[in-house]
């Protein structure tokens, strides 16, 4: 498997993920790609490379594995070292985008319950830049129809969505934008590309916070861009992806690609152990509602089946009987969830979106769509669900002791 060719077809998605862009090292045979972390490359002439890489931020060989490997798993119709591009964050990857695909003038048309982070870009910084952009409903095409105009030149959509587990059907959605020429992007973050394949229903581009699954231990920021099947395309967002620099060092792509070959089985624990907790959470006494795309109550669980047939990811919402206190006291009892942000890492972390995630949303917006002051974002983790599910418990009897003594 050389490096810049494209991977037997047929192969599954693990050996893929162990195998493409990483062929043992040309030069000792290293079994693993090793961290070239060098900021130049030497040439035999002037302007006539060695291995084709001149300088770091605009290409290295450890980043390239990375970006082959990442664009295989999602299916593109190129070459993966052409459609694959590695950031140094999500928003990284989100910033440049914007920067290389639209101009003042231009319409965005974004979900409305995107990741806190997108939000605060296209609404703190990208307003700046003369590009209208619209906040709306995304679950199909006739919801998104009537926010078209005809100056809207791509879309962005998120799915499922944080931290109430919406989804958007992307097969419905994605075929009105081709009818309307629109590019489409699709955030696959909450899914990883093990759950969901957003190429399949066609769209353009696919982005990564791969600081979540793909990277998997908490150790690592990283973002990314992959192109479904347009090389000019691929060609501008690379170009972009140099001229911005929001480009990840060698050592960060090395730990993302070491997380990514593992990708398949945690995601398939990841599955096991949410579903468990949601079904268990669900009949439990002292839960007022759980928010899990794998659960018949979500009102999108037809949709999630279609769309993601392998499982239903790691993220779920828990509102517990009362309030915001008797949240608070729960996500300060549990010993084996973490308090703190972010998600899809080994360990389970859990956090409170109305006062972490989602506050500077004010309390009637978020009220308005469902983040309630007792409701927590859980992110399942691929401990032993027995003993997740026995830390849950105790953290539910302390909630209602504390719930009882006011
Ligand atoms: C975390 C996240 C991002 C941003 O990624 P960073 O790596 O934190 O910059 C974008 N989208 C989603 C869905 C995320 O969860």
Known sequence: MSNSTKPPSGLGFSTLAIHSHQAPDSQFGAVIPPIYQTTTFAQTDAGVLTGGYDYARCGNPTRAALEGALADLEGTALPGHIAGLAFASGVGALSTLCMALLKPGDHLLVGDDVYGGTYRFLTKVFQHYGVEVSFIAMSDAASVEPHLKPNTKM?????????????????????????????????????????????????????????????????????????????????????????????????????????????????????????????????????????????????????????????FGGMMGLQVKGGEAEARTLMKTTKLFTLAESLGGVESLIEHPATMTHASLEKPVREAIGIHDNLVRISVGIEDVADLQADLEQALQAACRSMATV
Not at 180 to 206: E, M, R, W
Not at 221 to 232: E, M, T, Y
Not at 275 to 294: C, D, I, M, R, S
Request: glycine residues 8%; hydrophobic residues 40%.
């Open 155 to 311: 879309m962005f959509l998120e799915t499922p969505s944080n931290p109430l587990l919406k989804l958007v059907d992307l097969a419905s959605v994605i075929g009105l934008a081709q009818t309307k020429g629109i590019t489409t992007c699709v955030d696959n973050t909450f899914a990883s590309p093990y759950l969901q394949n957003p190429f399949v229903h066609g769209a353009d581009i696919i982005l990564h916070s791969t600081t979540k699954y793909i990277g998997g231990h908490s150790d690592v920021i990283g973002g990314a861009l992959i192109v479904n099947n347009d090389a000019d395309l691929a060609e501008r967002l690379r170009f972009h992806q140099k001229t911005v620099g929001a480009t990840p060092d060698p050592f960060a792509s090395w730990l993302t690609l070491r997380g990514l070959k593992t990708l398949g089985v945690r995601m398939d624990r990841h599955c096991h152990n949410a579903l468990t907790l949601a079904q268990w959470l669900e009949q439990h006494p002292l839960v007022e509602h759980v928010v899990y795309p794998g659960l018949p109550s979500h009102p999108q669980h037809p949709l999630a089946k279609r769309q993601m047939p392998k499982g």
